[in-house]
Each structure stands twice: as structure tokens, then as C-alpha cells.
């Protein structure tokens, strides 16, 4: 096996089993396939296997199991990227992981802030759809999150579900897709340490000036054009991960 497709099958392994833990198909405290049981599988030398086990350890998504044998699911806290939510959306018909939900504050038609009219490409003065709600834990019945989706207002004539408090269970990439035509083929987010202000920290039951990681998503349909722009707040201690791979085209 060359060294392309031995990085190329080793990125397969993890993405299969990171997907899985995010997605829950497996939870905290579940044993993962054994090295053995993994190369077996996917057809790999077992240092393959090693490697991919090794990056769900080193990125907190795994541990190795007390008995030394293998690694378990870690018992994590995790926040989805865009990414996560539009391909669990599309995998599942569900974009937030089971442990979790979301409750509609609001859904209405408000002037778009400035920044907002730049992230959507607006006139100013224009109108847009706002979609406000905060993400709850099960397991700890509180909030985790919060978060506001900005649309187009001529959206509404084909998706008008995005002006209803209800739950749009499959998200609202996939909803759009659906009712619009408008599909979600790429996305960019920025992510920053910062401060609660008042009105972040009364949703999610702290203080204001406690720290939190604050989220800018822009979700682009084939045209290059924003489908949704995202903003969101989460508490500290919520990891977000991502992963890569460099052209190895242009290794020297």
C-alpha cells in the first residue's frame, strides 16, 4: 500500500468512527473495534488502524480502555459543526445528536442588522427572517447553546416553516433543500473565545462576562450564494472538531 492511500484509508477509519460517536451510534463508555477487528475490516495493516484509534484518543472523542486493551467512547461534550449538522441531517433526517434539542424562541421578519445585511449580500434596510433558539441537554435538562439563523425574506414563499416556532426536525439546510431547490454544497465558520453579554447569559443561565465560544456559520449553495448565515453561543468546555486533508499533490 502506497503512502497516499494508506493516509487515504487511514482518514476513512477515523471519519467512520468519529461520525459514529457524533452521531451516537455509539456512547460514552462503548468499546470501539479492536485494532485487529479494524484492519481486518477496512483491509489495512494494522499500524493504519493503530493511527486512527490514536487520533480519536488524542482529540478526546475516545479513551483507552482501562484494561489496555483498545479504547472506549469518551464521555465528552461536544458541539456539532455546520458541517456535522448538514451531513447528520442529511444521513439521518435529524440534525441535532440525540442527547440534544432545540426550543424555538422566535420566527419572524425583522430588519436586517448591518452585519447581517453583510453576510447576506443585502441592501440596507432590507428585511430578513430571523430564527432564534436555544439547544438543551437532555441528560442535564439546560441549555448549552444558543443560536440565530438568518435567511433571505424571499425564502418564505416556498419555506414558510422557517416563521413558525415548531421544530423543523430534519434542520433547516435539509428543510430548504426540500422546499427551494437550494442546496448546501459549502460553508465557512469562524469561532471565538469571548464574554456572555446579558442577553446571552440569561438564555443560557449564566452570568454575564462569563466566557463563552462565540460561532459565525455562512452555509453557500452551488452558486457560490449564503443559503443561511448562523451565529451562535456556547458555553465553555464544548469542544467543536474538524477535520482535513492537505493536497498531498503539492507535498515536497
Not at 422566535?106 to 445585511?117: N, S
Amino acid at each position: 500500500m502506497n503512502s497516499e492511500s494508506t493516509h487515504r484509508t487511514h482518514d476513512q477509519v477515523y471519519n467512520h468512527l468519529r461520525n459514529q460517536i457524533v452521531d451516537e451510534v455509539v456512547t460514552a463508555g462503548e468499546q470501539l473495534p479492536s485494532v485487529q477487528v479494524l484492519a481486518d475490516a477496512w483491509d489495512v495493516q494494522e499500524s493504519v488502524a493503530s493511527s486512527a484509534l490514536a487520533a480519536l484518543v488524542r482529540e478526546g472523542f475516545a479513551l483507552e480502555a482501562p484494561s489496555g486493551a483498545g479504547a472506549v467512547v469518551a464521555n465528552f461534550s461536544t458541539q456539532h459543526t455546520a458541517h456535522d449538522h448538514v451531513r447528520s441531517s442529511r444521513m439521518s433526517g435529524r440534525i441535532y445528536p440525540v442527547g440534544e434539542y432545540a426550543r424555538i424562541l422566535e420566527a419572524d421578519k425583522v430588519p436586517a442588522p448591518t452585519h447581517v445585511v453583510l453576510a447576506l449580500g443585502l441592501d440596507a434596510g432590507a428585511d430578513v427572517i430571523r430564527r432564534q433558539r436555544v439547544t438543551m441537554s437532555r441528560s442535564l435538562d439546560a441549555p448549552v447553546s444558543t443560536s440565530t439563523s438568518w435567511f433571505h425574506v424571499t425564502v418564505a414563499e416556498t419555506s414558510p416553516a422557517l416563521l413558525s416556532t415548531e421544530r423543523i426536525p430534519e434542520g433547516t439546510p435539509a428543510y430548504l433543500e426540500r422546499t427551494s431547490g437550494r442546496r448546501v454544497v459549502s460553508g465557512r465558520e469562524q469561532i471565538a473565545a469571548d464574554r456572555a453579554g446579558q442577553f446571552d447569559g440569561d438564555l443560557l443561565g449564566v452570568e454575564a462576562d462569563a466566557p463563552v465560544k462565540r460561532t459565525r456559520t455562512w452555509l453557500f449553495d452551488a452558486k457560490g450564494d449564503v443559503v443561511e448565515f448562523g451565529e451562535s453561543v456556547s458555553l465553555d468546555g464544548r469542544w467543536s472538531t474538524s477535520s482535513f486533508t492537505v493536497d498531498r499533490g503539492q507535498e515536497g
